[in-house]
């Protein structure tokens, strides 16, 4: 049963190491992803997330079932803030836990690309000049997930 | 769709700032039937509205919380939300 | 410059995170990979990883500045245990910063792949039933690690 | 090699304990110029040797730290190292 979470809080990467392999020894590998607030240049003063409450943790839960099923995982962790970051702060974390390291790593890409594609969020860039602006949908961020659709 | 029923609409990111809503209700007329029924309806709301909707192809819509398709059926009493393409990660 | 360890002492997932990330602003997804002990129905009692004192911690040292190159990384931390360990036990970490996902998960897939068939240590698996033998050199492994030569 | 030159010999894994030595220093004839003419040497040294050294396929060899191949030269105060193929991660 993966772990969900959607929250303006950040999260504790160790503590969620810690917890998703707390007592067991059928693990063999996890595979990671953190996604942080990335600024070129002293350019961006805050993101802020908005999420859509109710359907994004429920999109995230079933994705995260998808994919405990599809690469067999031992156990899953998705957590995504929403609310206002500054830069590098933590955004996302992936774990995927298997008894193995290749479908720990498949299951962590395939869920990173799901959510930066799929994911009910949209981002908004507030810059050091005063302005803002809403984030564009990435075509290669399509494109990353659709490569699951192939493989799938 | 039924002519007394209400529908809940929401919008987020740049819908929610150009229609000034993050939520309305609206009783749309019977022959409002699918998402792009309900788009079109809309859009005869006023400037604002008119102005979120210019673009159609770059909005995305879901209704009660499953992503959906302009075809998709509308009845009384959904939830219907409009966003941009998502960006999350 | 990377962070390489070879050590006999557990390791901090969390705090490895914190340490390459601080004060950074430039870094946008962190790529990570945690290898455990893992024991098949009770029939491990533990696992002996032996180095080459010396060679091994240069190895990892070359292969991760290899992998900061190749990948335009932001930053790189490979952290491997030996001794005895228990079933459940971490015995590696690898970490990859970039300022995208892409890089950051390709060069943690590059590492584990590396570390598996190419890092001077040697594993000897003890069993429940008090008899034990050395591990053998996996033929998918060196599969795995050829991918990436002729990627290269 | 030269005829007085010692050689640090390390063995890990199974190779150290089926030699029953982790490291020894050996001093080879002249004769052995390569790691693979080392091997043929160091299989005289007596059974345990002998039996460590059987299956020349399943031995990789490092030679001053650096991964080596049989026809590696060797010189005088090299540290050669035998071990099986690796298994770390």
Known sequence: MATVRVQTEDFDVGAEFAA???????????????????????????????QYPGMTERALARVAAEAERRFSLLGCTVIHRHGRLEPGANIVLVIAASGHRQPALDATHFLIDWLKTSAPFWKKEEYADGTAAWVDARKADDEAAARWQRAG | MDPHGDLTVLYFAWLRERTGAAEETVTPPASVV????????????????????ADAKVIRCAVNQEFAAPETELHAGDEVAFFPPVTGG
């Open chain 2, 34 to 53: 699918t998402v792009a029924d309900l788009i079109a309806w809309l859009r005869e709301r006023g400037p604002r509205h008119a102005a979120a909707f």
């Open chain 1, 20 to 50: 998703l392999t707390a007592g067991r020894h059928d693990i063999g590998g996890l595979g990671c992803f953190v996604g942080t607030v990335r600024d070129e240049g002293n350019r961006l003063s805050a993101l802020t997330l908005e």
